[in-house]
């Protein structure tokens, strides 16, 4: 607090209050005509402890909706493209609430009554990104002494009740060794030039599929017999020519993978398929940044881009038709980082190293696959024993 004489001979006080949520410059009050120093001085104080006790009017009211837009440009400076996409998104969700709204006239059972609502439509994990983009702006908020409670602070996700379950049932969805054999047999047959190379790779590495889409023949490896993981392909609009490539998605999924003896045949007499199709388009093939020799898998109409998810589905979608046995599975590209796991499991692989590989600090869906293939092989090997004692 500063207190001083004006030209008039009065005295006057001057306080902080916190900086501008706009321009994050220091703000402050001053009021003046006070005959004495002392009598500034004490106003001041009293003035100064209203404000701490958070009743003193700011200068600049701040809607929830104005702040939470000026929140997400400083967060899109330093977030991935995708983590950004999701929190505006979410923030979409809290406007219906709040946009309008002075920050500062948010409470907490407003804010608790807004998480109920969406309960009643959105899923708990939904919900749970929400809050947590709420409670980064909210935060964001006391750091420029905006305000000076959290609304978020103790206010709770809305989860069902737990029921009991059994554990077999909530087992991911993978595809049996036969099926996946018949699945890569028909692509091989049946399919056009990347389906089988491209479903190998995934059936045998595990790999996401934007990790697989953003593989560039510089990340295999054909002397060490490794894929190394580095990025994966950001591409929301499905449009070949419009990708980003990003980090992927955890600091555990940049890691390199060894490839089985069969998947580097495949791929090296792929590589040599595709590089009869960079001679022949010359400079209209596509290179993204930092490469000399392309993608490893790329769409057909625009040479040298990398392949969409939406046609990678299109293209399993297909063969699935044409498969010798039925499937009653709805197959997707994150099937095969499943089919991975459990035949990894079965091979008596353990755990940690089934989630090294597919790059996994902690993956529940993961352990629950195990888990369900370690039983079974545990059943059969009860009944094997059982057999060998009680021979007739």
């Known amino acids: 607090m500063h207190v001083y004489k004006k030209p008039s001979g009065l005295w006057a006080y001057k306080i902080d209050i916190g900086k501008n949520p706009r321009t994050g410059k220091r703000q402050q009050k001053e009021k003046g005509g006070f005959k004495r120093a002392k009598d500034a001085r004490i106003a001041g104080e009293e003035a100064l402890q209203q404000y701490r006790n958070k009743g003193f009017a700011r200068p600049e009211a701040v809607t929830f909706g104005d702040f939470a837009q000026e929140w997400l440009k400083a967060y899109a400076a330093v977030a991935k493209v995708s983590s950004v996409r999701i929190r505006k998104h979410q923030l979409g969700h809290l406007n219906r609430y709040f946009e309008k709204i002075p920050i500062q006239e948010i409470h907490r059972k407003q804010y608790q009554d807004a998480l109920l609502s969406l309960a009643k439509t959105l899923a708990p994990n939904t919900i749970s990104g929400i809050h947590a983009t709420a409670k980064m702006i909210f935060k964001r908020a006391i750091e420029y002494e905006l305000i000076y409670s959290d609304p978020t602070e103790f206010a709770t996700v809305p989860r069902p009740k737990r029921k009991i379950v059994d554990p077999d049932e909530n087992v991911p969805a993978y595809l049996e060794k036969s099926q996946l054999l018949d699945f890569l047999e028909t692509a091989k047959g049946k399919g056009i030039m990347p389906d089988y190379p491209l479903f190998t790779l995934l059936a045998y590495t595990g790999l996401r599929i934007g990790e697989a889409l953003a593989l560039t023949w510089e990340d295999i490896d054909f002397k060490q017999n490794v894929v190394k993981v580095s990025k994966t392909l950001y591409n929301p609009t499905n449009n070949a020519e419009k990708y980003e490539l990003l980090p992927p998605k955890t600091e555990t999924s940049v890691r390199v993978v060894t490839m089985p003896a069969h998947l580097g045949k495949v791929l090296a007499a792929f590589k040599f398929q595709v590089s009869k199709l960079r001679i022949e388009y010359k400079e209209l093939w596509h290179y993204p ?98 057999k060998l004692l009680n021979k007739a």
Not at 368 to 383: F, G, R, V
């Open 289 to 386: 940044k930092g490469s000399k020799l392309g993608f490893v898998f790329t769409a057909p109409a625009h040479p040298g881009h990398p392949l969409t998810q939406r046609l990678v589905q299109t293209r399993i979608d297909r063969i699935q038709r044409l498969m010798n046995t039925p499937v009653s599975l709805h197959i997707h590209p994150h099937i095969f980082r499943h089919t991975h796991a459990s035949l990894l499991a079965e091979a008596g692989i353990d755990l940690v190293q089934i989630m090294k590989r597919l790059g996994h600090a902690d993956d529940t869906i993961t352990r629950q696959i195990y888990l369900h293939i370690t039983k079974t092989l545990a059943t059969e090997t009860a009944e094997k024993f059982d």
